[in-house]
């Protein structure tokens, strides 16, 4: 394994895609793991869906948790790690929930898409996770079977309570979402009292309303991992803007008083290899974004990556292994978000993109030394005033950075 920098990313197959828990290929798993080591990477984050693992609020699907234990395995053969992301719902541009997580009704805030198998879910919306009492003992019957059965697998690194939660749902208040995962961190900590525990946070919940307040994130989750991407955030200079997730590293240490992990980050490229960066719309959505070319990846995941290294930061974990394969492309959530599919250190056909690379050489360089570079920029701020608005404070705050810092 690296040292102190833990190298890492979110993973599913290639060839499966998001359904792979579905019909699990654990020779595709396996060399999948073989080759990820071989980048240089030391963990593996990745999702179980609410849907596959828990199909009805009172059964969990046992076939599937046995699954889980062949993916563990397959980590700890090729010496990786391994980050559970328990409470999966949200993951490549959409909402995935099984019916039984769902109320009629509009969603209180703009969400994304949300699918039910597959199917889009029109007039319902997620139910209140942080209180509502049936939805709090699913969380704590699925905490029971999967820490319970799991936490001592030597592949476990930690537990993620979930990827990017407020974009299904914002908690009535922070006090509401402080005990909810007060209330998951002490039910874990009693299934496996050592282990790493952490949360997602989306930088929307950074830049706009959240009850998940860093502040109080910082009392349960060690380490806090935040996301970061340019392409979505208005204060960005651009897409590719690579100190924005240095920034938003920069936010969260001030907010928490903590080291975090760039939880997530990354951009993809355009379909054809060698073909240059472009805007594109999404024609269903009317959206617009950026694919960027080959060499674009390349430079802006070396920049972010040194970045956050020279910046003190505990480790940083891309946002995807591969591509998804074109059969992908026509099912949903993929079929509405192009932006997703071209991720990966590799291609589609299997072939390393350049980026991959340079993810090895940067791995070596954290063999073989400490950063070189000079002080990092650092932010100073105040979390009551902060959340007050934190809107206002974002924007502000990302001017104070590129000027050097407080």
Not at 126 to 146: N, W
Not at 266 to 291: C, K, Q, R, W
Request: hydrophobic content about 40%.
């Amino acid at each position: 394994m690296t040292g102190a920098f833990l190298l890492g990313l979110t993973y599913w197959p290639r060839r499966q895609g998001l359904t792979w828990w579905r019909a699990l290929d654990a020779g595709e798993v396996r060399e999948d793991f073989a080759h990820i080591r071989s980048i240089g990477l030391s963990l593996v984050r990745f999702h179980l869906p609410w849907e596959e693992f828990q199909p009805e609020a009172g059964r969990l699907n046992h076939r599937v948790l046995d699954c889980l234990g062949i993916v563990l395995g397959a980590a700890e053969d090729a010496g990786l790690h391994a980050l559970p992301i328990l409470f999966s719902g949200y993951a490549a541009g959409a909402l995935r929930y099984p019916a039984w997580a769902l109320e009629g009704g509009e969603p209180p805030q703009v969400s994304p898409r949300l699918l039910v198998n597959g199917k889009e879910a029109r007039g319902h919306r997620v139910k209140d996770f942080y209180e509502h009492r049936g939805m709090m003992e699913a969380q704590h019957r699925l905490l029971r079977e999967v820490v319970g059965y799991y936490a001592s697998h030597p592949a476990i690194w930690g537990w993620d309570f979930g990827d990017e939660p407020e974009r299904a749902r914002l908690a009535r208040s922070a006090g509401a979402a402080q005990e909810w995962l007060g209330t998951l961190t002490t039910l874990t900590r009693e299934l496996d009292p050592d282990a790493r525990l952490t949360l997602g946070l989306g930088q929307d919940s950074l830049a706009g309303p959240s009850a998940l307040r860093l502040d109080h994130l910082a009392e349960f989750c060690d380490p806090l991992a935040v996301h970061a991407y340019p392409a979505w955030s208005p204060v960005a200079t651009d897409p590719l803007d690579a100190d924005f997730p240095l920034y938003v590293l920069a936010l969260a240490r001030a907010l928490s008083g903590k080291v975090p992990f760039l939880g997530s980050f990354g951009i993809s490229t355009v379909p054809v290899p060698g073909d240059p960066g472009t805007f594109l719309t999404e024609p269903v959505t009317s959206m617009e974004y950026y694919l960027a070319s080959e060499a674009e990846q390349t430079e802006y995941v070396e920049k972010v990556l040194d970045g956050a290294w020279q910046s003190g930061t505990a480790g940083a974990w891309l946002m995807a292994y591969a591509d998804a394969t074109e059969g992908q492309w026509e099912e949903p959530p993929l079929d509405e978000a192009p932006w997703e599919r071209t991720a990966g250190l590799v291609r589609r056909d299997g072939a390393e993109k350049p980026a991959a690379d340079s993810v090895r050489r940067f791995a070596a360089r954290l063999r073989d030394g400490k950063p070189t570079g000079g002080p990092a920029r650092t932010l100073k701020v105040e979390p009551d005033e902060y959340y007050r608005d934190p809107a206002c404070h974002f924007a502000r705050l990302y001017k104070v950075y590129q000027e050097g810092g407080h």
